[in-house]
């Protein structure tokens, strides 16, 4: 799974770098050297003393001023590429560096001519080469395995242009996270500060003169099967990974090559729940809260949602979200009782064990699925293919809090464009 997920990272990397374009001389590349410094908020208490959070970003891209598909004109002429960066968390003998490898997108805020503010967004993965040891760094409790996901979101402000050269100082949100395969798993939060220079190396001043009425408006209806194979953990206990299955269908409309929403519906089938209840664990004993649950262990260990989707479409690229409403998930209060009580709780859970409370936040967690993504397609969507497929990579969550990372293939069938 994870050999799988970075090999589709390094493909997205490729792809958001080199985006096909009918006029490729009007390219223009650059490199941007960026040294970031901040704060990392505390994983856990008693978390291992630090001093400042700092790192250094080189990004590899292309300005997309040149470029003719109609996604560069409809989000404002984006930059894109590849990041690669260390980031040293202050405690080099327990909490040690981060190695990045993100691909980004760059957004002009102020518009397609005005470039001084723009809001750069990167998805990708990185090596941490200090981790959780219950024997050698049991306070590090943020970080379990080797490979995390990496998000990114830094705004830039330009204070200095010359012919070859911008100057630019910067800030945003820095987050890791295993994405629920491993535990503990608290995850690296930092708010960081920038200072950059975006070097470029033949770049173009303004974008071509391209308007809307160069490109027909276009609305197609879609539909989309989807199979995925994830993997998670279900406690410090049980912290073995199994699998978990989705299977999904959504239909929506996609606008202009570049946007599709749509609404859909998945089952998922977790094996940790399943095995948890067939094995006659602790809380599904016989008298204890979860005995009902050992009726029908495979429709306990399922989870039924309907969600919303949206998909940004760079060519061969799609950056996607989904948001929705968990109609069945009766396993879930396994995993919150036993992971939101007392710290460390066994296998054999006493009777008279501290065990997470059904409060406010158990209900919304409950109750919400996001999931944030890459997917790569075969053919470019710049032609809108009636048919098309992709593979993708995605961190699945409740609500917020990551549930399980996921491998999945899916196929897009286009209707006749109106």
Not at 175 to 194: A, C, E, F
Not at 199 to 214: F, M, R
């Amino acid at each position: 799974m994870k050999k799988t997920t970075t090999i589709l990272f390094l493909l997205a990397c490729v792809c958001l770098y080199a985006q096909n374009t009918s006029n490729a001389t009007d390219f223009s590349n650059f490199i941007t050297p960026e040294f970031v410094a901040g704060t990392t908020a505390a994983s856990n208490s008693n978390f291992p003393e630090t001093s400042s959070t700092q790192g250094l970003y080189v990004s590899f891209g292309k300005f997309q001023n040149g470029n003719t598909q109609e996604w560069a004109y409809r989000l404002g002429f984006p930059k894109t590429g590849v990041a690669v960066g260390v980031v040293d968390y202050g405690n080099s003998e327990f909490l040690g560096q981060a190695y990045t490898v993100l691909p980004t997108i760059e957004f002009n805020l102020l518009g397609r001519s005005r470039r001084s503010f723009t809001m750069n967004v990167g998805l990708g993965a990185s090596y941490f080469n200090k981790k959780f040891d219950a024997v050698t760094n049991p306070l590090n409790q943020a970080v379990s395995t080797d490979l995390t996901w990496t998000f990114r979101l830094f705004f830039h402000y330009k204070i200095y242009e010359s012919e070859t050269i911008q100057w630019r100082l910067g800030g945003g949100f820095l987050h890791h996270s295993n994405g629920h395969t491993r535990l503990p798993n608290n995850g690296y939060n930092s708010l960081l500060g920038s200072v950059s220079a975006l070097l470029g190396t033949k770049k173009v001043q303004q974008p071509l003169e391209t308007s809307a009425n160069d490109f027909q408006k276009s609305a197609s209806y879609y539909i989309s099967p989807r199979i995925g194979i994830g993997s998670n953990i279900l406690s410090l206990v049980y912290n073995d990974q199994k699998e978990v299955y989705t299977v999904a269908l959504s239909a929506g409309k996609q606008f202009h090559k570049t946007f599709k929403v749509g609404l859909g519906f998945s089952y998922r089938y977790y094996e940790h729940y399943y095995d948890y209840i067939i094995q006659n664990e602790s809380l599904v004993q016989d008298g204890r809260e979860f005995e009902n649950l050992k009726d029908n262990p495979t429709w306990s260990a399922s989870n039924l949602t309907l969600f919303a989707e949206g998909e940004v479409l760079l060519n061969h690229i799609g950056l996607t979200f989904m948001i929705g409403a968990n109609l069945h998930k009766p396993a879930y209060d396994i995993d919150w009782r036993i992971n939101q009580g007392w710290d460390n709780t066994p296998r054999e859970i006493p009777e008279e064990w501290m065990l997470g409370e059904y409060n406010s936040k158990y209900k919304l967690k409950k109750a919400l699925a996001t999931r944030l993504g890459l997917r790569y397609y075969l053919f470019g969507n710049e032609t809108s293919p009636t048919h098309n497929i992709y593979a993708g990579a995605s961190i699945n969550a409740n609500l917020g809090q990551a549930d399980f990372t996921e491998f999945s293939i899916g196929y897009v069938y286009l209707f006749s464009k109106k």
